[in-house]
């Protein structure tokens, strides 16, 4: 009985943390736009505020799980709210990340700085909560498919957010501190966006294509990184 509790309790952590690293990596990047001084309060608040909104949701499961029923049918393709909030997710997250690709790329460094650096701590965590909705909503109709208590979801969702806390500062610190990676990062972000309004379109791309194809990016990029280290010290 222990056994047959414990493991889809782990299993859906696992899968709620792996999950909670598109909005991780999002909120880390609009941080890095504020000064110093706000960076950390707006992790705080937009991973709070994930984990407050995951948690109503679960108080309104029989509501979202209606998101899955058909609400019309364009050019042979059924619509559900489910469907239209990914597919709106995946747009908002296509236009986010491509933006911040083409001011870290196209631009001059000062440019580039001074762009970055633009927007308000209140426009940033509308733009979080936004995305946070999309998550959330995809994230407990996949909860809703694999366990049948609502307390295993509640457990779930508050460690993957405590989980996500811990993360949140070194990984900020960490795409900072490595530019190239705030781009592969973009780029993740990217994928998640197709993935999303693909699965809103029925389309279905399995999420581990999408991980492991950016692990073995970023297991790339470490060897270049390395490797420049060394040379940088020859």
């Known amino acids: 009985m222990l056994i047959e509790t414990i493991v889809p309790l782990s299993t859906l952590i696992v899968l ?28 705080y608040w937009g991973i709070g505020l994930a984990m407050i909104i995951r948690l109503c949701l679960l108080g309104l499961i029989s509501w979202i799980l209606k998101l ?11 619509f559900s709210g489910k469907g239209i909030i990914l597919i709106l997710g995946g747009l908002f997250l296509l236009y986010k990340s491509t ?3 083409r001011e870290n790329t196209e631009s001059d ?10 927007g308000s701590f209140k426009t940033f965590l ?22 049948q208590e609502l307390w295993m979801m509640y457990t779930a969702v508050i460690v993957a957010v405590g989980v996500m806390l811990i993360a949140a500062k070194s990984i900020s610190r ?16 990217m994928l998640i966006g197709v993935s999303l309004i693909a699965e809103g379109l029925h389309f279905s791309i399995p999420k581990g294509y999408i991980y492991f194809s950016i692990a073995f990016a970023f297991l790339v990029n470490t060897i270049q990184m390395k490797k420049g280290v060394r040379k940088t010290k020859y």
């Open 16 to 43: 709620e943390v792996i999950l909670g690293l598109d909005n991780i990596i999002f909120i880390s990047i609009l941080a890095d736009k504020l000064p110093a001084h706000q960076r950390d309060k707006l992790r």
């Open 109 to 118: 460094n000062g440019e580039s700085e001074l762009k970055a650096r633009k």
């Open 99 to 101: 933006k911040e690709i």
């Open 68 to 78: 899955d029923g058909v609400l019309f049918t364009a050019f042979e393709v059924a």
């Open 174 to 189: 960490f795409i900072e501190k490595h530019p190239s990676f705030k781009i592969l990062a973009l780029c993740f972000l």
């Open 126 to 147: 509308i733009e979080i909560i936004m995305l946070d909705l999309v998550f959330s909503v995809d994230s407990i109709i996949t909860a809703v498919g694999m366990v």
